[in-house]
């Protein structure tokens, strides 16, 4: 069994993927390191120790114990049966995994890619036409979830809750406003009220 102590996180500042591991580490005050990357470096420039960890060479990676675990939501799983905390009561497993998966496929890359193009890579006007109209279609799938839910299962927060709201923090970044999705925006201020919680500005900032 690993230590706390042994946690090192490889993550980079405006990445929501990196965000949901760091915010679970610091809601449940889990002893780690964080090494920011800088993902304007090329690939072979950035730090050996982070290339060796790293499996596709992306953010974040999680080393325990001299094991690397790649892969926000992978990295979550892990982290939620390590600290027993945010893994949902025993019946709920099975929609926690399907948040996940769906977070993946879903609003994990329209927000995001939304985002992205707006700020960093300007797109045609039909790329983001694309992207904000997927974006929209999955924030009203969450807004008409949480109609009726305080959060994403019955039981409390949990990693699909980290999950599904990273990228949301900076809705106004993606061209999006949380007023237009009441639910949501209630749900995100739930998770701010959560002991130990801290913006992805601030979060994923260098040490």
């Known amino acids: 069994m690993s230590t706390p102590a042994s946690l090192l996180l490889y993550g980079a500042a405006g990445s929501g993927h990196s965000y949901k591991v760091r915010s679970l580490l610091l809601l449940t005050a889990t002893p780690h390191r964080y090494q920011p ?32 675990y790649c892969q926000s939501n992978a990295i979550l799983l892990h982290l939620a049966q390590r600290t027993r905390a945010f893994c949902g009561a025993a019946a709920e497993g099975s929609a926690i995994l399907e948040w996940l ?29 694309y992207l904000r109209e997927r974006a929209v279609t999955d924030l009203a799938t969450l807004n ?28 106004p970044e993606a061209g999006l406003a949380e007023e237009d999705i009441p639910h949501v925006s209630r749900w995100l201020d739930s998770l701010r009220a959560l002991p130990g919680w801290v913006h992805p500005n601030e979060a994923m900032a260098s040490p």
């Open 37 to 68: 990357i800088a993902l304007d470096t090329p690939r072979v420039e950035r730090p050996a120790d982070f290339v060796a960890a790293s499996h596709f060479g992306e953010v974040p990676v999680l080393v325990d114990g001299g094991t690397a």
């Open 101 to 129: 998966f769906w977070e993946t496929n879903r609003i994990g890359f329209s927000v995001p890619n939304l985002r992205f193009a707006l700020r960093w890579a300007p797109q045609p006007a039909e790329v983001l036409a």
């Open 144 to 171: 008409e979830t949480l109609a009726s839910s305080e959060f994403l299962v019955p039981s409390g927060p949990s990693i699909a809750d980290l999950a599904c709201s990273a990228y949301l923090f900076w809705l």
